[in-house]
Every structure is written in C-alpha cells, then in structure tokens.
C-alpha cells in the first residue's frame, strides 16, 4: 500500500477528518493482510510535506506495539513495515560524503524535523515524537 501524505484531498479537508481518513486506510490495509504471512508493507509518501496536523494519525503505526481501532477491534501495526519516503535536501551533503550509516539517518531525522517544524508555528513535539520512530534512512536518487 502507498499512502501519499501530502495529497491536495487530504489538504482539502479539516484536520480531524484528513486524520481519521489515514488511519482509517491504514487500518483497513492492516486488517485485511493474513497474520499467518510476514505483515503487511506500507509506504508512507512525501511526508515531509505532509501537513503537521495529520501527523498524529501515523504514530500509532509508527509505535512499538501501536494499533488502530477499527470495527470495533484493535488493529496492531507491529507486523507492518514502514517506509517513508521524503525529499530532504538538507541530506544531499550527508549522502555524497563517506558516512556510516547513523550519521546519515540522524542527518535525515534533523532534516526532516526541520522541514515539519518550517510548517507550522505550533509546539513541535509531535514532529519530535515522529522523528525517533523512524530507525534507519537511506539515500535514494529520485
């Protein structure tokens, strides 16, 4: 499953809305993968320019031991796998130089804790909480 964080229908919608409608997809899609496979893999588009206020709907799959509810039941996420994928300039020069792998994923989450925090005036600790979800990060040529 692909999920565009930053899409302009999501935009379009008030805030409690554009939420539920994300965890609401993210449920369906976890429900509907069998337990008895490895989990489910969900792609978590463009979020860097995702709205800060639809942040808080991705935390829970993003939680250890993080579950939605959905049709009355509690939906785990801990069987998925999340890939985020975000444009992050700010990392260009992290990834050109020699560098391990943790200098570059810290890199990564300060450059994304930037760009959450130049969109809004608001107190950032949900970006805080979002960035020390993610473990790993990786360059990629888009």
Do not use: W
């Not at 805030?15 to 008895?36: K, M, N, P």
């Not at 463009?46 to 829970?60: K, Q, W, Y």
């Not at 200098?103 to 809004?120: C, G, I, S, V, Y």
Request: with cysteine; glycine share 4%; proline share 4%.
């Amino acid at each position: 499953m692909t999920l565009d964080c930053a899409a302009a229908n999501l935009r379009e919608l008030d805030a409690d809305e554009a939420r539920g409608r994300l965890q609401r997809a993210l449920a369906r899609h976890l429900a509907g993968c069998s337990r008895d496979e490895d989990g489910a893999v969900v792609v978590l588009h463009d979020v860097a320019n995702m709205s800060p206020e639809h942040v808080p709907a991705l935390l829970p799959a993003l939680s250890e031991d993080g579950a939605y509810a959905y049709d009355g039941e509690s939906i785990s996420t801990t069987r998925g796998v999340f890939v985020l994928t975000a444009h992050l300039p700010a990392t260009r020069a992290a990834a050109a130089a020699p560098t391990d792998e943790k200098t570059f994923t810290n890199a990564a989450k300060m450059a994304l804790l930037d760009a959450m925090r130049a969109k809004t005036s608001d107190d950032d600790a949900t970006a805080l909480a979002f960035r020390r979800r993610i473990d790993v990060a990786v360059p990629a040529n888009a």
